[in-house]
């Protein structure tokens, strides 16, 4: 629908969801609303974006959006050509431009700026008064999430939830959220109601992938994930990537004798590829967060050929500036390949990137530094320098602004106990370990730390018996997932691909979950 406002030469017409854009073209509203679509189904068609700004250089939020899609890449500052010359515009078109249309426009700059406590307030703001936008919803929780604000990204999520509970999108958005604050049983349900309403959300499968691996269920994951990775071929190679990436993860978690095979088969075929195949920081991410894993299990041969070729990838120029997590990751790479200088170089880089995060206190930016250093001793197998950099009160739960997930800073804990261990320092861990066990008790690794711990610190029965709940659950796997592709869920339920009908919640539990949820909001969303 069109609107002529007082001054005739503007022209006002609605969006997906209704709110007014100033733009004469149908096509460019066209664009807009596929663009939409894309980024919130980890589509591949999201440069539809530049050709809604081409079709209408007059519409302040297709070039402010335009801008943002050419800048989250490389984030680079300052502005790349392409952005500044769509922002330009962008500003220029904001006297005309909705009201809707400015909100937008300031939080994309003030975004671009880093200034992210301002950027984040004008999400807030944008949900307030127009909570039907789920694609203001995904960009603050991706903002949120990029600098680890956990609680302020399950606010956004609450304050659209009451106008979008028909919603796949926002269920799948609700429950990453809730996940990354530990509500993993909330995370579930939610997860849940997404793929009742469309069991091909990739970011709500990838969600409740997340919970089960949280659980330990991890034949319940790697059921979900491979029953459901048909609908991964029109995904974005970061999302197809990183789905293939928790099926390795869930298949190394649960262990077996083939599941090393299974691994590297996965990581070879769907993780980093071929070398044909392109490369992005995501990629990276992914293939070093595995191989850091499988290193931390001992694994330390299988790994070499595959890490030469990741770091012949990051040596390329746009790899110089990038996710925090990333560079972390790259200066255990090169430590590990004898690539001494250019890990020396990544140091430098995240010392840098830290403290060019906004609102990160001094403690935090001095953990991430100290992680950093410790890789790098990690990599080069100096385990008593690697110790005494993390030191013995080490939490994952500071590193949240390498902009990683809960579940992808793991590997920093093992290389805690491994570095502690292996510097002779297991009395210091034993109690973590105890506790690790005691949260991840399906988890065979977790038993095998244990094990060591006791070992090293002469509790030979603690031992053993630790010994043998790690056998048992790796031996467990060798019984192959039954042919029928299910998950069992808390209920003990059996749930069938992809008869999304059984997914299906009872509607009364429902509206109770979802009015528990509700109850949870602060009387101030804006408080983080």
């Known amino acids: 629908m069109s609107v002529q406002s007082a001054n005739s030469e503007n022209v006002y017409k609605s969006d997906l969801w209704g709110h ?9 509203i066209t664009f807009l609303n596929k663009y939409y679509i894309q980024v919130l189904s980890y589509g591949r068609e999201k440069r539809v974006i530049l050709q809604a700004a081409d079709a209408d250089r007059g519409c302040a939020l297709a070039c402010g959006l335009a801008a943002a899609y050419l800048w989250i890449p490389q984030r680079s500052r300052p502005l ?25 426009v300031e939080a994309l700059v003030a975004w671009m700026e880093r200034s992210y406590e301002n950027a984040l307030a004008k999400h807030f703001e944008i949900l307030e008064q127009y909570p039907k936008d789920l694609l203001t919803l995904k960009r603050g929780q991706t903002l949120c999430f990029t600098v680890g604000w956990s609680e302020p990204m399950l606010a956004l999520a609450l304050k659209a939830l009451p106008t979008n509970v028909g919603s796949a999108y926002m269920f799948g958005m609700l429950a990453f959220a809730l996940v990354e604050v530990g509500k993993i049983r909330e995370a579930e349900i939610a997860a849940r109601l997404a793929l009742s309403i469309e069991v091909q959300d990739v970011w709500a499968q990838h969600a409740l992938c997340h919970a089960l691996e949280a659980q330990c269920r991890f034949k319940d994951a790697l059921r979900l994930m491979t029953g459901l990775s048909s609908s991964w071929g029109a995904c974005c190679s970061f999302m197809c990537d990183h789905n293939w990436w928790h099926v390795a993860n869930g298949q190394l978690e649960l262990g077996g004798g083939r599941a090393l095979e299974k691994v590297l088969s996965l990581y070879d075929e769907h993780i980093w590829g071929t070398q044909q ?43 110089r500036h990038q996710e925090l997590l990333l560079h972390v990751l790259s200066v255990w790479a090169f ?40 890789v790098y001793s990690y990599g080069r197998e100096n385990f008593i320098a690697a110790a005494d950099a993390l030191g013995p009160s080490f939490s994952v739960s500071n590193l949240k602004a390498l902009g990683a997930s809960n579940e992808q800073l793991e590997v920093f804990e093992d290389v805690w106990y491994i570095v502690f261990l292996r510097a002779g320092r297991a009395l210091e861990v034993v109690e973590a370990a105890e506790r690790r066990a005691r949260e991840r ?15 090293k610190s002469g509790r030979s029965v603690d031992a053993v018996l630790a010994r043998a709940k790690a056998m048992a659950l790796e031996i467990a796997p060798e019984k192959e997932l039954d042919e029928e592709n299910n998950f ?41």
């Open 20 to 28: 007014q854009v100033c733009s004469s073209s149908d096509e460019c």
């Open 80 to 104: 790349a050509a392409g952005t500044l010359e769509y922002l330009t515009a962008a500003k220029a078109n904001l006297e005309k431009a909705s009201s809707y249309e400015r909100l937008v």
């Open 277 to 319: 195949d392109s490369k992005s920081p995501q990629k990276c991410i992914n293939a070093l967060g595995l191989l850091l894993r499988l290193e931390t299990r001992l694994h330390r041969s299988t790994i070499d050929g595959r890490i030469s070729q990741v770091v012949s990838t990051l040596k390329a120029p746009m790899f």
């Open 335 to 374: 430590a590990r390949a004898d690539e001494l200088e250019e890990a020396s170089e990544m140091i430098s880089n995240v010392k840098c990137r830290a403290l060019a995060v906004e609102g990160l206190k001094q403690e935090q930016r001095q953990f991430i530094t100290s992680l950093a250093e410790a």
């Open 441 to 455: 008790e399906g988890s065979w690794f977790s038993w095998r730390i244990l094990e060591e711990a006791y070992v």
């Open 488 to 528: 069992s869920s808390p209920a003990n339920e059996r749930i069938s691909f992809p008869r999304t009908e059984e997914w299906k919640l009872d509607k009364k539990k429902t509206n109770v979950f979802l009015d528990d949820l509700m109850l949870t909001k602060s009387d101030d969303d804006q408080s983080f």
